[in-house]
C-alpha cells in the first residue's frame, strides 16, 4: 500500500441519511492575508469544480490575533478561529495544515505538522535559506506525507501545453530561455516596511516573485546548473507603517538579473522585480529552439504564442493558441475555448492537484523537494552576485 492510499485509509468519513458521503479532510489555515484568502477560495471551490474521491472541510484558522482570526474564520467560511499556530497543528479535527504566513514561519509549522504526520500545503518561497528548505524536504520524505508548495502559475493549462510541446520535440533543440517577474508594489519610495523586507524571512524580490519565475523555468526545460547574478537593494531605507518620519533599513533585495545555465546545455535569463513602473503582473518568458519558438505573458495567461519555423519566410509569423476545453482542466470550469479561466482557478487545480495525491494520484509536481531545488537557485544567485563570480548547483 502507498503511503498516500494508507493515509487514505485514515480519512474520516461522514454520513447523511444513512449514505456514505465521500471523506472529509479537515483543514486548518495559517494566515488569512493576500494568499490565505485565495487558499480559502480555492479550497470551497474545488469540491464543486471538479470530481474528487476527498472533499477539504474549512476547519480551522488561525492568524495573529484573536479578532483576525475570528473575522476571517467568518469571511472564510472556516467552523473555528484561534490565534495559536501549534494549537492548529496539534488540533485531531486538522488532517491538512495550509500555510500562508510570513516567510520565516513557513519552516517552523510545516515542521511541526509534518512531526505529527500531517500533509502540508505550503505557499512559496519555501524557505528564507536553502538549507531550511532540505530540512522540511527530508521531514516530508521521512514522513511519507504529501506537500505541495504554491507555484500555482506552473497549473495553467497553457503552461502544461508548453511543456508538452517542448518535450515532444516540436521546438527542437532549445537554444535560449528569457524569463522575468516584474511588478511595482514596492516602486515606490513611501511605501511602507512590511514583513517582506525582513532578512529573517529570506531574500527580497528574487524570493518573494522571482522564484515563480525559476519555478516555471524549471518546470518547462528542468534543473538550472549554474548562474551569474546581479543583486541590488534599490531603495535602502522604507518609512515605518504608521510613522513616516521614521525610516528602517532595507537589507534584501528589490531586482535582480541572473545569468542561467540549465542541465540539459541550454541557457538564458532570468529577472525579478518589485520596482518595475507600470507592470502589474509581467510574468512572462519565451522559449526559443531550432524549429520554433514559445511566448507567454501571464497578464494573458489564456494565450500561448507559438511560432514555427517554416521554409518560406514569407508565411513566417507567430500564432496565438487560445485556452479551450481541449487543454485539460479548462473543460472542467468552461466548456467553451476562449471565454478565460482566471487566477483563483489556477489555485483550484493546485489545490485538486495535492488532493488527488492524498488519496493515492500522482504526487504535485511542486512538492517540497522542487521547494528547495528552487531556493537553491535563489541562494546561489545571492552568493554569485555577492562574489561576482558564476555558481554551480
Not at 497553457?158 to 520535440?169: E, K, V
Not at 519565475?213 to 547574478?229: H, N, Q, T, W
Request: charged share 20%; hydrophobic share 45%; net charge neutral.
Amino acid at each position: 500500500m502507498t503511503d498516500a492510499a494508507h493515509y487514505a485509509t485514515r480519512i474520516p468519513k461522514i454520513r447523511r441519511n444513512g449514505i456514505l458521503d465521500k471523506k472529509t479532510l479537515g483543514i486548518g489555515l495559517v494566515g488569512s492575508g493576500f494568499m490565505g484568502r485565495t487558499h480559502a477560495l480555492g479550497l470551497a471551490s474545488v469540491g464543486r469544480v471538479f470530481d474528487l474521491p476527498v472533499v477539504p472541510r474549512l476547519e480551522l484558522l488561525a492568524d495573529a490575533t484573536m479578532p483576525l482570526a475570528e473575522a476571517a474564520a467568518a469571511r472564510f467560511g472556516f467552523a473555528r478561529a484561534t490565534d495559536d499556530w501549534q494549537s492548529l497543528v496539534a488540533d485531531p479535527a486538522v488532517a491538512i495544515v495550509d500555510i500562508t504566513a510570513p516567510n520565516k514561519l513557513h519552516a517552523p509549522i510545516a515542521l511541526a505538522a509534518l512531526a505529527a504526520g500531517k500533509p502540508v500545503y505550503c505557499e512559496k518561497p519555501l524557505a528564507p535559506t536553502a538549507e531550511e528548505a532540505l530540512t522540511m524536504a527530508l521531514a516530508a520524505e521521512r514522513a511519507g506525507v504529501v506537500t505541495q508548495v504554491g507555484f500555482n502559475y506552473i497549473c495553467n493549462p497553457m503552461l502544461t501545453l508548453a511543456r508538452d510541446m517542448i518535450a515532444a520535440g516540436e521546438l527542437g533543440q532549445i537554444w535560449g530561455f528569457r524569463g522575468i517577474h516584474a511588478e511595482d508594489f514596492m516602486a515606490n519610495r513611501q511605501t511602507p516596511w512590511t514583513w517582506r523586507l525582513d532578512p529573517a524571512g529570506g531574500a527580497g524580490a528574487i524570493a518573494d516573485i522571482g522564484s515563480h519565475i525559476i519555478g516555471m523555468a524549471r518546470y518547462l526545460l528542468g534543473p538550472i546548473a549554474a548562474v551569474c547574478a546581479d543583486v541590488e537593494t534599490v531603495i535602502d531605507r522604507r518609512p515605518l507603517p504608521g510613522q513616516p518620519d521614521e525610516l528602517r533599513t532595507v537589507a534584501v533585495d528589490d531586482q535582480a538579473r541572473l545569468l542561467v545555465r540549465f542541465g540539459n546545455g541550454c541557457r538564458g535569463t532570468v529577472e525579478a522585480s518589485w520596482l518595475s513602473s507600470g507592470r502589474q503582473m509581467q510574468l512572462e518568458f519565451e522559449v526559443i529552439g531550432e524549429k520554433g519558438a514559445l511566448v507567454f505573458s501571464q497578464e494573458r495567461f489564456n494565450e500561448l504564442r507559438y511560432y514555427k519555423t517554416e521554409a518560406d519566410r514569407s508565411r513566417n509569423g507567430f500564432r496565438t493558441i487560445l485556452a479551450g476545453p481541449e487543454h485539460a482542466p479548462y473543460g472542467a470550469f468552461c466548456v467553451a475555448g476562449g471565454h478565460q479561466i482566471g487566477f483563483n482557478d489556477l489555485k483550484v487545480i493546485e489545490i485538486r492537484n495535492f488532493l488527488a495525491a492524498l488519496a493515492g494520484g500522482p504526487k504535485p509536481f511542486a512538492d517540497f523537494r522542487e521547494g528547495y531545488e528552487v531556493q537553491r537557485v535563489i541562494d546561489a544567485a545571492l552568493l554569485s552576485s555577492k562574489n561576482e563570480a558564476w555558481v554551480r548547483l
